[in-house]
């Protein structure tokens, strides 16, 4: 079955750091991709960046980048020159591509940023 | 171009009313998914239509959850004799390809209060 794990229940930053939220999955299917949402206070879901199990490269989204280690089973969020309003719940999300097309989704990390 | 939208954004109700929850998705997108969010139990699946296939019902919690797909379109998602527990937050999304890297595009949500 597929398991995602994001151990950082929250995370404290000063604005223009980096930080990297951390996303390890579980999956037997060899074809799969992995999604990072930020969900604010408001409450919407907003897709980041998406990172396929194929793909050679990190993929990297201007301030987003994904760090991805396929044998370590991880793909963390790396957020560049944080700014104040990076402040949300970070959730990370997987799809097998040939198994059931719904999302799975972490526990969420909730970041904030302070000034 | 506008994105999915979900009303109503707000929703009371009595333990034992029906209610319904309405959702568009974005324009040409074949794919609709509705999740539900819980502060005990994150972001879960509960059913997802792709064209005019038989949608997949494998994450509705009960048979008092049902849905449907009309016109390939607009989706009503149903709880009759609703319970404390069904208090959430009711997302739905769309993509516009069933299976691969295409991401999906979540609505504002609706959030359901039952007393």
């Known amino acids: 079955a597929q398991k995602i794990t994001q151990t950082q229940p929250g995370m404290f930053v000063q604005e223009k750091e980096a930080v990297t939220l951390d996303c390890t999955y579980d999956?037997?299917?060899?074809?799969?991709?992995l999604f990072w949402y930020k969900q604010p206070s408001s409450g919407e879901m907003i897709f980041l960046i998406y990172?396929?199990?194929?793909?050679?490269q990190n993929a990297t989204e201007g301030r987003y980048s994904l760090n991805f280690q396929k044998a370590r089973k991880s793909a963390n969020l790396v957020i560049s020159a944080s700014q104040l309003g990076d402040s949300a719940m970070y959730f990370c999300?997987?799809?097998?591509?040939?198994?059931?097309?719904?999302?799975?989704f972490g526990q969420g990390t909730r970041l904030t940023i302070n000034p | 171009g506008a994105g999915v939208s979900q009303s109503p954004s707000n929703k009371v109700t009595e333990k034992g009313k029906d209610v319904e929850l309405r959702c568009d998705p974005i324009s040409g997108h074949t794919a609709l998914y509705w999740y539900r969010q819980s502060l005990g139990q994150g972001l879960e699946f509960l059913i997802y239509?792709?064209?005019?296939?038989?949608?997949?019902k494998s994450g509705l919690p009960s048979d008092r959850f049902s849905a449907e797909r009309t016109g390939g379109s607009v989706s009503t998602l149903t709880i009759q004799r609703t319970q404390q527990e069904d208090s959430a937050v009711y997302l739905c999304?769309?993509?516009?390809?069933?299976?691969?890297?295409?991401?999906?595009?979540f609505g504002p949500g609706t959030r359901l209060l039952v007393l």
């Open positions: 990172q396929g199990s194929y793909d050679q």
């Open positions: 999300a997987m799809r097998e591509v040939s198994g059931a097309q719904k999302l799975v």
């Open positions: 999304a769309s993509s516009g390809q069933p299976a691969g890297k295409e991401t999906q595009y």
């Open positions: 999956t037997s299917d060899p074809s799969y991709g």
């Open positions: 239509f792709q064209g005019n296939s038989a949608p997949d």
